[in-house]
């Protein structure tokens, strides 16, 4: 089911103060606080909201390099090289994609002699003929949900008569 404008205004609430218990959540959107627990129930069942976990910087744990590792892999291996990459703990991320390449990789390294270990770590690893690698310079757009949300929310109204 589609989300509809209090699904919504939900969600913009939760983004703007993840922190909201649930009753003030209720009270500040002018709902049942039972409403608003299914609501975040079935949300949370069909997979638009899924998770609740801290964001955490890399940056401030000690590692600040931020690359991108395009990994091509030999035919039939990318279910098991994709198995090995979470064992590697500087990936962070991890997609097969289409294009120049088979698996894109976000990984973080505390300095470029760190980012090489790993680069050379990801070669080893079982299928992998060969990467290319992509430093990121600065953060240029913040990763985000809001401006989506609030898309979501305005199309929503726009249906409602």
């Known amino acids: ?30 709902v049942a606080r039972g409403t608003l627990q299914a609501r975040l129930d079935r949300m949370e069942r069909d997979r ?24 091509e892999v030999t035919q039939g291996h990318l279910d098991d090289t994709g198995k090995a990459l979470a064992a590697v703990p500087e ?30 770590r990801l070669i080893q690893l079982p299928g992998v003929v060969r990467t290319r690698t992509e430093v990121a310079l600065r953060e240029r757009v913040p990763q985000r949900m809001l401006p989506l949300v609030e898309e979501v929310g305005r199309a929503a109204a726009a249906r409602t008569p």
């Open 91 to 120: 990936i962070i991320e991890a997609f097969s994609i289409t294009g120049g390449g088979d698996l894109l990789t976000r990984v973080v390294a505390r300095d470029a002699a760190h980012l090489e270990d790993v680069i050379q």
């Open 1 to 30: 089911m589609p989300a509809d404008e209090l699904d919504a205004r939900i969600l913009v609430l939760l983004l703007e103060r993840p922190r909201t218990s649930v009753r003030e959540c209720a009270r500040i959107l002018g």
């Open 48 to 71: 638009v909201i899924t998770d609740y976990r801290p964001r955490v910087s890399p940056e401030a744990l000690g590692y600040p390099v931020l690359a991108f590792v395009h990994l």
